[in-house]
């Protein structure tokens, strides 16, 4: 085992100091512009009477959080170019995976989750005084965007699955309660709040993208047909 993972390490002890590297350097740049994120978010929640730290080092931890995970998607789509560098499509793939996970996170930021916190917010509003810790906003605030940005590389999954072989059109159409009925049970478990309102807004958009990418497979197969 441990020989087994010595030869890994020499293998791709390169790349792993580069991606160290890669990753140290923009946790720097994002730790510097995490403070400007962190009020674009509390934007949402200020109708409230603004956020509270729970502790003294609250704030800094939600920094090196937002920091960590923004850096880490950064990377990861880094990696995924660099690893499909010498094929013009999959550099082409690699670009949209990356447009399709700022376009659900835009979508996240500036739609869902604006009305997602209005809705929960305004529960029990007249009788109970709205008081949220500043990571538990973030925590709920990040969780959802990177669900819904995550949903979005649904199409390039279901192309690739496609070209290997492992899912056709039809399939996709005859189990689509099937998967519909998944995602949901899923989509329960990983979103922050576990509300009906915020599970069916993070549905939605997997249910379009579901379909359109059905109808996108669809059409491939009458081409090559």
């Known amino acids: 085992m441990i020989a087994a993972l010595l030869r890994l390490w020499k293998r791709y002890r390169q790349a792993a100091v580069w991606a ?6 923009f946790f720097g740049l994002f730790y510097a512009l995490a403070p400007f994120l962190m009020e674009d978010l509390a934007t949402m929640a200020r109708d409230v009477g603004g956020l509270y730290q729970k502790t003294v080092g609250e704030a800094f931890l939600a920094r090196l959080l937002l920091a960590a995970l923004c850096s880490l998607t950064v990377c990861l ?3 995924l170019g660099f690893a499909l560098r010498r094929r013009a499509r999959g550099l082409l793939w690699s670009a949209g995976a990356l447009g399709l996970f700022l376009a659900g996170g835009a979508l996240a930021r500036c739609v869902l989750l ?7 917010l305004s529960i029990l509003r007249d009788r109970f005084e709205p008081r949220i810790s500043l990571l538990d906003y973030l925590l709920f605030c990040e969780t959802l965007i990177l669900i819904v940005a995550a949903l979005f590389e649904l199409p390039l999954a279901l192309t690739l699955l496609h070209r290997m072989g492992l899912v056709r059109a039809q399939s996709l159409r005859a189990n689509r309660k099937r998967v519909v ?3 949901l049970i899923l989509l329960a478990i990983v979103t922050p709040s576990q509300d009906m309102v915020t599970l069916l807004m993070a549905t939605l958009p997997f249910w379009l993208l579901f379909e359109g990418s059905v109808f996108w497979l669809g059409l491939m197969e009458k081409r090559h047909a």
């Open 77 to 79: 789509f880094l990696l």
């Open 20 to 25: 160290a590297l890669g990753f140290a350097a």
């Open 114 to 120: 604006p009305k997602a916190l209005a809705m929960l």
């Open 181 to 183: 009925l998944g995602a």
